[in-house]
Antibody, heavy 120, light 107 residues
Framework: QVQLQESGPGLVKPSETLSLTCTVSGASIDTYYLSWLRQSPGKGLEWIGYMHGSGITNYNPSLRSRVAMSVDTAKNQFSLEVRSVTTADTAVYFC??????????????WGQGTLVTVSS | DIQMTQSPSSLSASVGDRVTITCRASQSISSHLNWYQQKFGQAPKLLIYAASTLQSGVPSRFSGSGSGTDFTLTISSLQPEDFATYYCQQSYKTPRAFGQGTKVEIK
């Protein structure tokens, strides 16, 4: 059974870079589409983007200028960076696997989520 | 971008009630519609994908229908563990988008 776990600092200062890692266990990530999402009271659930284990990325245009994703297949990990953060980036951040099969895509496995607060 | 609108935003119901939640897309998304349940402090859990296919392990009291722009999630007989927030999500195009959620509360 695949499991996902987010990790990273819970507090980031304004204008700095938010960095999170999603560690995947129970399956190799080579063929994964791994999405990052976030949830805040003001904006609900927001899709940040996805990365495939091959390195292909697709970012939400609303965040594209500040976001970068990467993958380390040796460690079975995906990473997220959000640059120049503001208080509006305060949210619970999730990683989730998106399944692309004979059905339309869906998120079938999620990490537990990690709260990131942007504050000085 | 595709916008997803759910109604109602909240509802109160009793155990045993039939509950219906609707989701509307701002353009046709065929059957590329998924439903999730989220309880407080937890990640969303997939209930239904491709508009009407029940995820493995999800009770059969949950069902989904619709295509194009209008979709429905139905809980045929509400159980105590079903009190939660429900989200629809389109996977027709990127950026992926979610509805604002429907909170199901105990009457």
């Amino acid at each position: 059974q695949v499991q996902l776990q987010e990790s990273g600092p819970g507090l980031v200062k304004p204008s700095e870079t938010l960095s999170l890692t999603c560690t995947v266990s129970g399956a190799s990530i080579d063929t994964y589409y791994l999405s990052w999402l976030r949830q805040s009271p003001g904006k609900g659930l927001e899709w940040i983007g996805y990365m495939h284990g091959s390195g292909i990325t697709n970012y939400n245009p609303s965040l594209r200028s500040r976001v970068a994703m990467s993958v380390d297949t040796a460690k079975n990990q995906f990473s997220l960076e959000v640059r120049s953060v503001t208080t509006a980036d305060t949210a619970v951040y999730f990683c989730a696997r998106e399944v692309l099969s004979r059905f339309p895509p869906y998120f079938d496995s999620w990490g537990q989520g990690t709260l990131v607060t942007v504050s000085s | 971008d595709i916008q997803m609108t759910q109604s109602p935003s909240s509802l109160s119901a009793s155990v045993g009630d039939r509950v219906t939640i609707t989701c509307r897309a701002s353009q046709s998304i065929s059957s590329h519609l998924n439903w999730y349940q989220q309880k407080f402090g937890q990640a969303p859990k997939l209930l239904i994908y491709a508009a009407s296919t029940l995820q493995s392990g999800v009770p059969s009291r949950f069902s989904g229908s619709g295509s194009g722009t209008d979709f429905t999630l139905t809980i045929s007989s509400l159980q105590p563990e079903d009190f939660a927030t429900y989200y629809c999500q389109q996977s027709y195009k990127t950026p992926r988008a979610f509805g604002q959620g429907t909170k199901v509360e105990i009457k």
